[in-house]
């Protein structure tokens, strides 16, 4: 079994932006989803990445498949669906608005193995 977890998020490029203009864009955003605005719909109005196209969902993912900072805010145990919360990875310059969408799943994973005959003699 495999633990798998489920956010959605809205990408800034800290790159494109400064800080004052990072967090006053996520103050906003904060503000219009707990007004009743649908994430998906500020996804798409904001993010700065291809997830803008999926109303920024993830999808499912595990342990070790993002960066650290990331990672460790998006499956901390205290966050409960529906929370959104912000996200820095300073290192990179990548800022983060993020909805937990899902409780995190335990799936089995079945590793398959294909042989292959080798035609070299």
């Known amino acids: 079994?495999?633990?798998?977890?489920?956010?959605?998020?809205?990408?800034?490029n800290g790159k494109e932006m400064s800080?004052?203009?990072i967090n006053g864009i996520r103050e906003k955003i904060i503000a219009q989803y707990e007004s009743g605005i649908p994430f998906w719909q500020l996804a798409k109005?904001?993010?700065?990445?291809?997830?803008a196209q999926q109303g920024g969902d993830l999808g499912w993912f595990t342990y070790?498949?993002?960066?650290p900072e990331f990672e460790s805010a998006v499956t901390d145990s205290s966050k409960q669906i529906d929370d959104v919360f912000t996200v820095d990875v300073p290192s990179?310059?990548?800022?983060?608005?993020?909805?937990k969408t899902h409780e995190p799943k335990d799936?089995?994973?079945?590793?398959?193995?294909?042989?292959?005959?080798?035609?070299e003699r």
């Open 1 to 12: 079994r495999v633990t798998h977890f489920r956010v959605s998020y809205i990408y800034l």
């Open 92 to 99: 990179k310059q990548w800022y983060y608005v993020v909805l």
């Open 19 to 21: 800080m004052s203009e």
């Open 45 to 51: 109005t904001y993010s700065m990445d291809r997830s």
């Open 107 to 119: 799936i089995i994973e079945v590793k398959v193995l294909k042989a292959v005959e080798s035609k």
């Open 64 to 67: 070790g498949e993002m960066v």
